[in-house]
Nanobody
Framework: QAQLVESGGGLVQPGGSLRLSCAASGRTFSSYAMGWFRQAPGKEREFVAGVSRIGGSTYYADSVKGRFTISRDNAKNTLYLQMNSLKPEDTAVYYC????????????????????WGQGTQVTVSS
């Protein structure tokens, strides 16, 4: 079982940057494919980015492609999301999640395939 704790959220102006972190404990971190999701008020939770178990494969939602970068450090049991050129529409609660689905090179996208979730961190993009 994995325990996930996000940090790094906050208030940032449009065009700014933030780096989210997700610290994992419990089962071996490299056992999981990892992902970042977000949920804005009144909207469903949506996939943002995912990374495979050893970090060789990544996948992004079209809305963040070219602006966000997902990475992981298996030695530090930590997942990251570097967010650049932030827009007001990026405002949401951001969640990290861990999945046991797929192969070692697979990025897991569907929300339903994730087994463990963090509590979320608020990101607000506003001037």
């Amino acid at each position: 079982q994995a325990q996930l704790v996000e940090s790094g959220g906050g208030l940032v102006q449009p065009g700014g940057s933030l780096r989210l972190s997700c610290a994992a404990s419990g089962r071996t971190f490299s056992s999981y494919a990892m992902g970042w999701f977000r949920q804005a008020p009144g909207k469903e939770r949506e996939f943002v980015a995912g990374v495979s178990r050893i970090g060789g494969s990544t996948y992004y939602a079209d809305s963040v492609k070219g602006r966000f970068t997902i990475s992981r450090d298996n030695a530090k049991n930590t997942l990251y999301l570097q967010m650049n050129s932030l827009k007001p529409e990026d405002t949401a609660v951001y969640y990290c999640a861990a999945s046991l689905a797929g192969t070692h090179t697979a990025v897991v996208v569907p929300t339903s395939r994730y087994d463990y979730w963090g509590q979320g961190t608020q990101v607000t993009v506003s001037s």
